[in-house]
Structures are given as structure tokens and as C-alpha cells.
């Protein structure tokens, strides 16, 4: 068993979470895993081909950032981790599930399966099968809205948000440290959010970088970088509405490596036999989910029926969402070079 970091402290009631609030969390987190549970099942009977990672258990990573963020106006930058990212942005769980069919009713029309889920509407920029692709990207899109507001006076970039989410074998890569750079020299309005789950498929990342803290190499660059508890949700909205205040206010990124673990293997082709039998019960037994339904009852913000009322309205959702997917058409295959470039919309 890889040993355990020490987590950073967070007393809760400081994060003033209202019953509304509470509920919305509750209900993003219950959406990205009763939709990868589905998936799982849908993957296992045939109906997707080709790669499938899953998010379960880093649940509270993208609804703590996404959900401290205005989905639909900020920016969200993905990996191939990517259904449970575009469902918090705001993207409908049919058309990502359309999308893994591969059905022409998918946020990508189809063309991008798992690992490629798009949304102009909701600023979805994009999920990546290659490690770390992501974050030229965002830095790129962080840079426009800077560049937008400031050089050409656009108010509707006024004080746009970038997101980019990926994992800590990423944060090894060349691209993370010239992305950094960048950003703090630009000062430009983007959060990078590493997933630490520990694991790179089956390299842990205690074995693979040189200091295991990810949010410290934030620090060379004269940014700020923090450390979070990636399986309590009101930890991690609270440290990401600090890094989107100070984006916002023009002062700049913010690292945040959130300690989290996934609950499966690597994707759905992983028999998952590398990490120990103890890791993972001493990781399942610290839930997002199950945590923020305890944090909501104890504390009267929501009853156990309003929670479970969630829950069934979500399980139909999916339901529909399989549904709607089952029943929409393959893309045409005379279609098959229509997207290819910007101007065949
Ligand atoms: C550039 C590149 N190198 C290698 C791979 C093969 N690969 C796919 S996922 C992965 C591990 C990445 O781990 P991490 O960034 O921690 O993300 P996680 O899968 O844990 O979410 C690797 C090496 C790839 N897709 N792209």
C-alpha cells in the first residue's frame, strides 16, 4: 500500500452551506456516479467500444470546482476521464451518453466517444486521450479572455473563468511546467486542478515525481498553490471559490491538487490487480458522497427523503438517457468527413 498523506484540516461549518447548496452538491456528485455506474453496465453489454475511464470517487473534485464556478459562461478543460466533467459543466447525461454510443445525437456528434466530449454551449473544452493535452488548451482559452478583455476591450470577457482538470501522472509532464510558467507570468485568469488519485495506471505517483506535493511546484512559479482533501465536496468548493475570486479579480492562477482516488481500475479494460486489497478499502471507506449525505442530515440541512428524492429522480434520468441514446441514429456514413474542419457546421 502506498502511504497515506496527511490531509490538510477543514472545519466544514466555516464553508456556510445553505440547504439549497447542499442539495445541488448532493445531486451533481449522485448524477456523475449513478452515470458512470450506468456506463459501466452499458460498456459490459456491448453498447460502447474502445477505451472507457470512469470518475468514480472523485466526485467531489468536479462538483467542488465546476459548481464554485458560472457553468455555461467559465470554461471547463477535461481528460479522457471526461463524462463526469461535462455533466457538472451543464452538458445533458443524454447526450453524453449519446456520445458514448456513438450516435449522432452525442455532444460531439458522435465523433468523439468517450474520451472526446465537447460542448460550445457549455464551454466544454474538451476531454483528451493524451495525458496532459488539456492544459495548453485551457492556458490558451485563459489567455483569450485575458487578452479579449484587456487588449480589445470586450466586455463579455470581463471576468471569465478557465478550469482545467487532470491527473497527477499529467502534472509530470513537460506541459504542466510551460503552462505554469505562462500563466504566472500573464497572470491569467485559470485554475489547474490535479486529480491526485495516486495512481497512473499502475504507476504510483509516489514513485514517478521527484516530491509527491503537486501543489508545491506552484510555488517556483510565484503562484498560488494549495493542497485539498479531494473526497470532502465543501472542502473543495471552499479552496476553489478562493482560486476563482482571485482569477476573477485579475490576481492570477492557482494550483489545486486535490487528494482523491478512483474507485475502479484505470478504464474498464483494467482488471485493477495492482493496487491492494487495504488501499482501496481504506479509500472506499471515505466516500464523497456517503460524506456529504452524513454532513447534510447531521447538521439539518436536508432529510434522508429529500435525498433519496434525488437520487430516484437522477436513476430516471439516466434511465431516459440510455433510452434516448438506444434510439438515436448511427451518424450518416455519408457524413463521415462532416466537423472535420470549422467550417462544415
Ligand atoms: C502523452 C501520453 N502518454 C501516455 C499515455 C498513456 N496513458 C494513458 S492514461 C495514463 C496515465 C495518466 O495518469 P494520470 O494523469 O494520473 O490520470 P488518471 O488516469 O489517474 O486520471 C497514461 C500514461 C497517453 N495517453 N498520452
Not at 479579449?148 to 513537460?174: I, M, P, S, W
Not at 478499502?281 to 440541512?301: C, G, M, Q, V
Amino acid at each position: 500500500m502506498v502511504q497515506e498523506r496527511a490531509l490538510p484540516t477543514f472545519v466544514a461549518t466555516s464553508s456556510e452551506i445553505t440547504p439549497d447548496v447542499g442539495l445541488r452538491l448532493y445531486e451533481d456528485m449522485i448524477l456523475g456516479r449513478y452515470f458512470e455506474d450506468k456506463c459501466a453496465e452499458m460498456y459490459y453489454r456491448g453498447k460502447m467500444f474502445g477505451f472507457v475511464h470512469l470518475y468514480n470517487g472523485q466526485e467531489a473534485v468536479s462538483t467542488g470546482v465546476i459548481q464554485a464556478m458560472r457553468p455555461g459562461e467559465d470554461y471547463v478543460c477535461s481528460t479522457y476521464r471526461d463524462h463526469v466533467h461535462a455533466l457538472s459543466a451543464g452538458v445533458p447525461a443524454k447526450e453524453v451518453m449519446a456520445e458514448l454510443f456513438g450516435k449522432a445525437t452525442g455532444c460531439s456528434k458522435g465523433r468523439g466517444g468517450s474520451m472526446h466530449m465537447f460542448s460550445h454551449e457549455h464551454k466544454l473544452l474538451g476531454g483528451y486521450a493524451f495525458v496532459a493535452e488539456g492544459i495548453p488548451v485551457a492556458t490558451g482559452a485563459a489567455f483569450q479572455t485575458k487578452y479579449r478583455r484587456e487588449a480589445l476591450k470586450d466586455e463579455n470577457y470581463a471576468d471569465q473563468v478557465t478550469a482545467c482538470f487532470f491527473g497527477d501522472g499529467a502534472a509530470n509532464n513537460g506541459q504542466f511546467f510551460e503552462c505554469l510558467n505562462m500563466a504566472a507570468l500573464w497572470k491569467l485568469p485559470i485554475i489547474y486542478v490535479v486529480e491526485n488519485n495516486k495512481w497512473a495506471i499502475g504507476m504510483a505517483h509516489d514513485r514517478a515525481t521527484s516530491d509527491p506535493q503537486i501543489y508545491k511546484k506552484a510555488h517556483a512559479f510565484g503562484m498560488a498553490g494549495v493542497e485539498v482533501d479531494g473526497m470532502d465536496v465543501l472542502a473543495v468548493r471552499a479552496v476553489a471559490k478562493e482560486a476563482v475570486e482571485r482569477a476573477r479579480a485579475g490576481e492570477g492562477p492557482t494550483v489545486i491538487e486535490a487528494l482523491t482516488y478512483r474507485f475502479r481500475g484505470h478504464s474498464l479494460a483494467d482488471p485493477d490487480e495492482l493496487r491492494s486489497k487495504e488501499e482501496k478499502e481504506f479509500w472506499f471507506s471515505r466516500d464523497p458522497i456517503k460524506k456529504l449525505a452524513n454532513y447534510l442530515t447531521e447538521h439539518n440541512l436536508a432529510t434522508e427523503s429529500e435525498l433519496k428524492e434525488i437520487e430516484r429522480k437522477i436513476s430516471q434520468l439516466i434511465d431516459e438517457a440510455v433510452k434516448f441514446a438506444e434510439e438515436s441514429p448511427e451518424p450518416a456514413a455519408n457524413e463521415l468527413y462532416r466537423f472535420v474542419f470549422a467550417e462544415d457546421q
